[in-house]
């Protein structure tokens, strides 16, 4: 079965430079959830989008972006970057609406392999 | 948010049933319990949910405590691949909390063979 896909796997910059990271959801996933993952820390909710338009929104930088495109692939941009930005970055597809409202889901949330990005 | 409470690790023998443990004494009546975990290396992955009822599926059961304040995912035969960290996390059922997933410490889990 098709699962999420995340490049590049691994990125190293320097410090200032800027990243871009791309989530592929699996098909006819149209949710896509992004999380950072540092040393020894457990996944902290970035940010999200349903149908192209952002759902919600967490701890994410200011000088962080992110925009989901036309087929649903996810873009994470990130600038001016820190020595703190070096973490794991996992985008988390699910085949639901995100759960707003007064629909009842429990939609699962399918993680992609992680993109390893280290500051120097 | 309504918080878990895990405890940092335990340790099991292969082939033997492993008992993880969660507290949430704070649940909501309209939060699901959601299990996750995450192996070395990879992202984490689903394991098991349920709202009221102890639950089955082909990777693990949840039992459900009467008055929802706790709950345990049962591994019915660890094998060394269950080797892990896992997550007890709750989720509104109505969706106030849009979706995400808030991570909490969870539980490393060893395996000796």
């Known amino acids: 079965a098709a699962g999420v896909i995340q490049s590049p796997r691994h990125l190293i910059k320097e410090k200032r430079e800027t990243a871009t990271l791309k989530c592929y959801p699996i098909p006819r996933h149209d949710t896509v959830y992004w999380y950072q993952q540092g040393p020894g820390q457990d996944p902290q909710f970035l940010i999200s989008?349903?149908?192209?338009?952002?759902?919600d929104k967490g701890s994410i930088p200011d000088r962080f972006s992110a925009q989901q495109f036309s087929d649903y692939h996810s873009e994470l941009n990130m600038s001016s970057l820190e020595l703190g930005d070096s973490a794991l970055y996992f985008c988390?597809?699910?085949?639901?609406?995100?759960?707003?409202?007064?629909?009842?889901?429990?939609?699962?949330?399918?993680f992609g392999p992680g993109t390893r990005l280290t500051v120097l | 948010d309504a918080k878990t409470t895990q405890p940092n690790s335990m340790e099991s023998n292969e082939e033997e049933p492993v008992h993880l443990p969660c507290n949430h004494s704070?649940?909501?009546?309209?939060?699901?319990i959601h299990w996750y975990r995450q192996l070395p290396s990879q992202g984490p992955e689903y394991v098991i949910h349920g709202l009221t009822s102890n639950v089955n599926n082909r990777m693990a059961s949840l039992a459900i405590a009467e008055d929802r304040k706790s709950s345990t995912l049962i591994l019915h035969r660890a094998t060394l691949r269950d080797a892990a960290v896992y997550y007890c996390?709750?989720?509104?059922?109505?969706?106030?909390?849009?979706?995400?997933?808030?991570f909490g410490q969870g539980t490393e889990l060893s395996v000796k063979p």
């Open positions: 704070t649940i909501s009546g309209t939060d699901y």
């Open positions: 996390i709750l989720r509104d059922l109505w969706g106030n909390q849009g979706g995400k997933l808030i």
């Open positions: 989008f349903y149908e192209k338009m952002q759902s």
């Open positions: 988390a597809s699910s085949p639901n609406e995100p759960l707003v409202g007064l629909a009842e889901s429990t939609d699962t949330q399918y």
